[in-house]
Structures are given as C-alpha cells and as structure tokens.
C-alpha cells in the first residue's frame, strides 16, 4: 500500500487511510497490550493529540493509570510528548501523539 500524505486526498479518503494504518499498526499488533490500545484508540478518537485530562474525561481509569500507560507506550516508541507554548511563552498542557503514523499535526 502506498503512503498518504494529508494534503494529496480529501478529508474521507485520508480518514479512511489513517484508519487501515490504525487498525494494521496499532490494533493488530500483538506487542501491545489492551491497556495500550484502549489508550491510542482514545488519542486516535481525539483526531491524534490528546492531553491526559481529556483521556480521563472517557474512561473510569485514574491520572496515574492513564499516566503510567502513556509512559509504557512512549519506552515502546509507540506515542511521544507535544509541548507547546502559548503566545506569552507559557507552557500549554503536554499533548500526547500517535508515533506510528503521520497526522495533521505532523510538520
């Protein structure tokens, strides 16, 4: 299969891409563990980049859980930290992101 770029195709046709990635990538995969899935299926609903507060807003887990999750899938290379600053240069909460493929947010 050949690699999308987002800007090459139309927002459905992208949608539909990412999507095949996700499921060949991440949910087929059997180094990782529901846990993890359970996670990047919640980012991945979050169009990419999620922040821990809005990955507890959908599920009954705790901060540390959700917390201890991410950490295990940053080691597995699987998802990495966004920082970013807002326009007086404060820092904005740490957004997390699906490695594996590229997104929107990808430069």
Known sequence: M????????D?????FQRAIQFRKLVMLNNELSLKHKAILQLIEAYEGLVTVEELKKNCSDGVTSIR???KELEELNV???VRDRDEEGRWLPTRYKIKLYKTSYDK
Do not use: C, N, R
Not at 11 to 15: A, G, K, L, T
């Open 79 to 81: 998802v990495e930290k």
């Open 68 to 70: 201890s999750g991410l």
């Open 2 to 9: 050949e690699e999308v770029k987002l800007g090459q195709l």
């Open 11 to 15: 927002s459905q046709e992208v949608i």
